[in-house]
């Protein structure tokens, strides 16, 4: 399906802004996406960008990037997700080619040392709100087996930090899959009734 080159334009402009702007990483950039294509243009629903969110997380390579596919996919098709991937990539690339320049001036220059660690405090800060707004998504939707998983995972993260996060989503996955497959069978059964 073709779509207007307006919605490839916008696809590549946010997400090239996005990504110049933004330092902290993808958990920074990933409500930024949600603003501009939830909340700003409406391309997107809440909970689908919660589900591409979970999908980016889970998917080997940086969240930002693999956010940006499967938003870029799921408005415009494949030359949407290069489009976002272009518009992704291309930020970070230039200003590291840039820095690397100069990088020994970087490297000892106290005001840019300052100035990143200042950021570090407005990354965090960021990624706070990030979990606080996806929490709230979650408690929304009132199921108990949501809440608990949010809580236990969270327990777990506190209570075995070197736990590999590995298990933790292969955990959540199985009881995922039971959790669907019985109320699956519940359906069926109802339905014969």
């Not at 294509?37 to 979970?54: K, R």
């Not at 106290?110 to 100035?115: D, T």
């Amino acid at each position: 399906m073709k779509h207007p080159v307006q919605t490839y334009w916008k696809l590549f402009s946010s997400t090239f802004l996005l990504s110049t702007f933004t330092f902290g990483g993808g958990y920074v950039i990933v409500p930024l996406m949600k603003k501009r294509f939830v909340d700003d243009l409406g391309w997107l629903e809440e909970q689908e960008m919660l589900d591409l969110t979970a999908i980016a997380q889970s998917a080997p390579g940086p969240i930002a990037v693999n956010a940006s596919i499967l938003v870029g996919y799921r408005v415009a098709g494949a030359p949407g997700a290069a489009l976002t991937i272009l518009g992704t990539v291309l930020p970070p690339f230039l200003i590291l080619s840039a820095v690397s320049l100069f990088y020994e001036a970087f490297r000892s220059n106290r005001i840019v040392a300052a100035l990143l660690r200042g950021m570090q405090a407005g990354v965090a800060a960021v990624i706070c709100s990030v979990v606080v707004d996806m929490a709230g998504s979650v408690l929304k939707e009132k199921k108990v087996l949501s809440d608990f998983l949010m809580a236990a995972v969270f327990l777990v993260t506190l209570l075995l930090p070197k736990l590999n996060v590995i298990w933790i989503i292969l955990a959540c996955a199985g009881l995922g899959v039971a959790a669907a497959l019985w109320g699956a069978r519940r359906n069926r059964e109802a339905g014969k009734k």
